[in-house]
């Protein structure tokens, strides 16, 4: 079963325009929330994150929104720009079976290509 | 900051071979986690390492795969044997939370470029 759902394969946007990506999640366990970005041939690093106790999360260019009732997530990008083409993975964490364990469970990743 | 290593980056072999993967994580970093994503999928847990003991291992096909982390640092995850559904890219991370669960960046896991399995 997939407990995080990333629903649109790519995405293509225009420099300088805002790209929204989409996560759903189903376990209501999950408390805290990623987003990690890839380039090709690499691993993935981390982006951004955000607690459940909370409903947005602001780094610069990156926004993330969560909405628990909803169980939805989304990434903002304001302005885009061409070096930021790449997969964009969501993952979630809830506490593990034992006390600490991090488990990150990731959804299919949405390619993002910014078309300058 | 060295970031986590692994090798080789590529593999190649016939279904039934053995194969081995190494990863060095960040100097430091008492978790370690190895991850198979498969080709349009994300990465998938197989197995996590709090120093040298296993903490999750419950999505590792313990019938072919198997996992050791001597001494705490370096890891080294096996095959024997595989098969052709076990095309995919082996991704290692590390992060420094030391059991303690609390939110923020010091949960962050940074990942290593991965190596990329091949089965015939």
């Known amino acids: 079963d997939q407990q995080v759902k990333q629903n649109s394969p790519s995405l293509s946007v225009q420099e300088g325009r805002i790209s929204i990506l989409n996560c759903d999640y189903t376990n209501s366990m999950f408390d805290y929330f990623l987003w990690y970005k890839k380039y090709p041939a690499e691993g993935p690093t981390f982006l951004i994150s955000i607690s459940s106790i909370k409903d947005k999360n602001e780094d610069g260019r990156f926004t993330v929104f969560l909405n628990k009732s909803a169980k939805h997530l989304s990434l903002h990008i304001v302005p885009s720009q061409p070096g930021d083409s790449a997969v964009y993975f969501c993952?979630?964490?809830?506490?593990?079976?034992?006390?600490?364990?991090?488990?990150?469970?990731f959804g299919q990743g949405t390619r993002l290509t910014i078309n300058p | 900051e060295a970031g986590v290593a692994q090798s080789p980056r590529y593999k190649i072999i016939e279904k039934r071979q053995s194969v081995a993967f190494w990863c060095n994580p960040i100097?430091?970093?008492?978790?370690l986690y190895w991850y198979q994503q498969i080709l349009g999928q994300g990465p998938k847990l197989l197995i996590q390492f709090q120093n040298n003991g296993v903490v999750d291992d419950s999505q590792l096909p313990k019938d072919r795969f198997s996992a050791e982390r001597l001494k705490g640092v370096d890891s080294t995850l096996k095959i024997q044997p595989a098969k052709l559904e076990d095309s995919a890219v082996y991704l290692c991370?590390?992060?420094?939370?030391?059991?303690?669960?609390?939110?923020?960046?010091?949960?962050?896991?940074?990942f290593g470029p991965g190596t990329r399995l091949t089965v015939l």
């Open positions: 100097s430091g970093h008492a978790t």
């Open positions: 991370a590390s992060s420094p939370n030391l059991g303690v669960r609390t939110s923020g960046r010091d949960n962050e896991q940074f």
């Open positions: 993952a979630a964490s809830s506490e593990g079976a034992r006390w600490g364990a991090q488990k990150l469970v």
